[in-house]
């Protein structure tokens, strides 16, 4: 089966930086999306890869790794409004679902 | 676009009685997605559908759940009889599947429903 692992919880402080890991075994990859819940919301796209290596978008970025199965997104000056949960989604190639981790629950502290 | 579209936000009822969630997807969207989201297990595909076929329903609980997409603009979640431990965030996402790259498979969520049966 697919499997997709991201640590529970996090915690860091207002202004610093924060990683994110996520290490996935899948049959096959075609894709990585990083997604974004707020308490009581729905998840929303933060990132996508799909070739190796660092993909920007202001103060967020995510890095890819396809021979090792692992990939993080990288939060910096982070803010209070950060604070949520972030899901990692792997398509393998078979289809068009996605496979979700659990998300990693991120509180940021003043 | 109005986004994903999905009612009721949020339905109490009692054991044993049915439950019909509702989902109206993006428009010209072609995939729809059911989730079930709790806080033990994260969240769960329950069942997907490519221009209204279902392609994969493995993810439903029992035979409890059914689910139907009569149009491309449609899709219920029904459960029937519904227990305490079907209390849950019920997602219904959409995506372009069979356009190229990334929005082939980004998945656009709804606001959810969130069921509690007493």
């Known amino acids: 089966g697919q499997n997709i692992d991201q640590p529970t919880e996090m915690t860091a402080t207002e202004g610093a930086i924060v990683q994110i890991n996520c290490t996935y075994q899948?049959?096959?990859?075609?894709?990585l999306f990083w997604y974004q819940q707020h308490a009581g919301e729905a998840p929303t796209f933060l990132s996508y890869?799909?070739?190796?290596g660092l993909e920007e978008k202001g103060r967020f970025s995510s890095f890819l790794s396809r021979s090792k199965g692992y990939s993080y997104l990288l939060l910096k000056e982070l803010q209070m409004k950060d604070s949520a949960s972030y899901l990692c989604?792997?398509?393998?190639?078979?289809?068009?679902?996605?496979?979700f981790g659990t998300g990693t629950r991120l509180t940021v502290i003043p | 676009d109005a986004g994903v579209i999905q009612s009721p936000r949020h339905e109490v009822t009692e054991m044993g009685q049915e439950v019909t969630l509702r989902c109206k997807p993006i428009?010209?969207?072609?995939?729809l997605f059911w989730y079930r989201q709790t806080m033990m297990r994260g969240l769960e595909l329950l069942i997907y559908?490519?221009?209204?076929?279902?392609?994969?329903d493995s993810g439903m609980p029992e035979d409890r759940f059914s689910a139907k997409m009569p149009n491309a603009s449609f899709s219920t979640l029904k459960i029937q009889p519904s227990e305490p431990r079907d209390s849950a965030v019920y997602f219904c996402?959409?995506?372009?599947?069979?356009?190229?790259?990334?929005?082939?498979?980004?998945?656009?969520f709804g606001p959810g429903t969130r069921l509690t049966v007493t």
């Open positions: 890869n799909v070739l190796d």
């Open positions: 428009s010209g969207h072609n995939s």
């Open positions: 899948t049959s096959g990859f075609n894709g």
């Open positions: 559908f490519n221009n209204n076929v279902p392609i994969d």
């Open positions: 989604a792997v398509n393998d190639g078979g289809a068009n679902n996605l496979f």
């Open positions: 996402a959409s995506s372009a599947y069979g356009t190229s790259g990334r929005a082939s498979y980004e998945q656009y």
